[in-house]
């Protein structure tokens, strides 16, 4: 294989031009006639001069070209570059790609488990999903795929990159990764798998409060959320959530709008602004949040987007939780799909969201409240180290009146969890310490 150049200076913007079947949007759906907004009679003038050229160009290369051409292969491309022009997230979506996007928002897919988007012409890993082969392969958020089977990804449609990353299930894909830090391309060849992306992932960490991984939104989220809420108190009142939006890409606005009113009542969530007013809508919580009271953390990173910020964005402005952790990825427009009479449907920004306050993130993010960075270390040079304490001594003296060991002990899975992860480890720390206060204030009344 021909050696790709290393680039010089990868951006460490990814808004330039997201990836297609990644799950980085919020998707409502529209019938095709809705929504649509005036057009003056000289852009419509405009428009079919434009579309008379546009017919004499197909005609000439129908006539000229050295060989024959697929006239509907011609003008799927020609739609393909109309939406690619207007912003990283419109798209036209044929019929497999429009089934790729149902698969997607369903919880089921064939591939090697990344989420990504389109830099420069390169495909950025914003999250390996957790459990699949690109997770137990080591590729990292921020690695950027230069080729897919020797072949650069810049020389091929950014749909179809995305699309090689799939394939049959038991097949294998080979990728060259530019890491920052690395001298060479990084190699691997993986071995395609169903990627199930288990929506809602529960864990006492000890004392009654719970981490909660939400990892997309999809189609049952809330349902799923709602079922393992109702779990954990079945034997003891939850006394604190951890939400880990971390590397949550989006995904239904529906589903992260109900997230919210688990937690929040009566007040506004999120609110769309279009050019067309009928775009416009304000989404409102209901009148009982069966969660209200539960203390919170939200953590967030730079792979939270879209439909996670939205519900780290309302947590905060209704300061229902600290937000905790890295400056989030800064995707604040909607996307309307809307299906078409021959099978397809056009994926097309309609609006921007805001936040509560009236908060617009498009390209600057949600800002956590409490700054901390990703990193294993625990002590103040960078190593995790043992504390030696007298009771770990030869010898020592004992005493006789030693209470009782505390009864929170951390399960097993708990300790795995925090081991080595200090954002989360400042999460269990502010959401524990607010757990106290509220149940010392409760006992006072």
């Given amino acids: 294989m021909n050696r790709l150049p290393i680039p010089k200076n990868i951006s460490s913007n990814p808004l330039r031009l997201l990836a297609q079947l990644a799950l980085l949007f919020i998707i409502a759906v529209l019938p095709a006639a809705a929504g649509r907004a005036e057009i003056s009679s000289r852009q419509v003038d405009d428009t079919y001069t434009k579309l008379e050229q546009f017919a004499a160009v197909l005609s000439l290369l129908q006539d000229y070209y050295v060989d024959e051409i697929d006239t509907a292969r011609i003008i799927d491309g020609a739609i393909d570059g109309l939406l690619f022009s207007l912003d990283p997230h419109s798209a036209y979506l044929t019929q497999e790609r429009y089934r790729d996007l149902r698969e997607e928002t369903s919880g089921m897919i064939i591939g090697i488990g990344v989420e990504v988007t389109m830099e420069e012409g390169r495909i950025m890993v914003i999250s390996p999903i957790a459990g699949t082969p690109a997770a137990a392969a080591g590729i990292k958020a921020r690695d950027v795929i230069l080729a897919i089977d020797g072949q650069p990804v810049e020389e091929v449609p950014p749909f179809e990159a995305i699309k090689r990353l799939r394939g049959q299930e038991g097949s294998q894909v080979s990728i060259s990764v530019y890491r920052e830090g690395e001298e060479n391309l990084l190699e691997f060849t993986l071995t395609r798998e169903p990627i199930s992306i288990d929506s809602v992932i529960f864990t006492e960490l ?5 981490w909660v991984r939400i990892a997309a939104f999809q189609q049952d989220t809330a349902a799923e959320l709602a079922r393992h809420l109702a779990e954990a108190e079945k034997s003891e009142e939850i006394r604190g959530l951890i939400l880990d939006l971390r590397n949550n ?12 009113n688990f937690f929040i009542e009566d007040a506004p969530i999120v609110s769309t602004r279009g050019r067309d007013p009928r775009q416009n809508s304000i989404y409102q919580a209901s009148a009982t949040a069966p969660y209200g009271h ?19 964005g309302a947590l905060q402005d209704h300061r229902r939780a600290l937000v905790v952790g890295t400056v989030s990825f800064g995707k604040g427009s909607v996307q309307t799909v809307i299906p078409m009479a021959n099978g397809t449907a056009l994926r097309v920004t309609t609006a921007r969201y805001y936040t509560p306050n009236g908060r617009s993130i498009q390209e600057t993010g949600i800002s956590p409240d409490l700054p ?11 190593h995790g180290t043992e504390r030696v304490r007298e009771m770990d001594l030869a010898h020592h003296l004992a005493n006789p009146d030693r209470p009782a060991e505390p009864t929170t ?7 795995r969890l925090l081991a080595g992860d200090s954002q989360l480890q400042a999460a269990y720390t502010v959401i524990t310490s607010i757990a106290w206060y509220a149940a010392a204030a409760e006992s006072k009344k």
């Fill in 249 to 260: 890409p989006g995904g239904l606005l529906n589903q992260a709008v109900q997230v919210v």
């Fill in 372 to 382: 901390i960075g990703p990193g294993t270390s625990v002590s103040e040079d960078g």
């Fill in 294 to 312: 539960v203390p919170m953390v939200v953590l967030i990173n730079e792979g939270s987007a879209s439909g996670a910020e939205i519900v780290a």
């Fill in 206 to 210: 000890g004392g009654n409060i719970w």
């Fill in 409 to 415: 002990v951390l399960a097993e899975d708990a300790a």
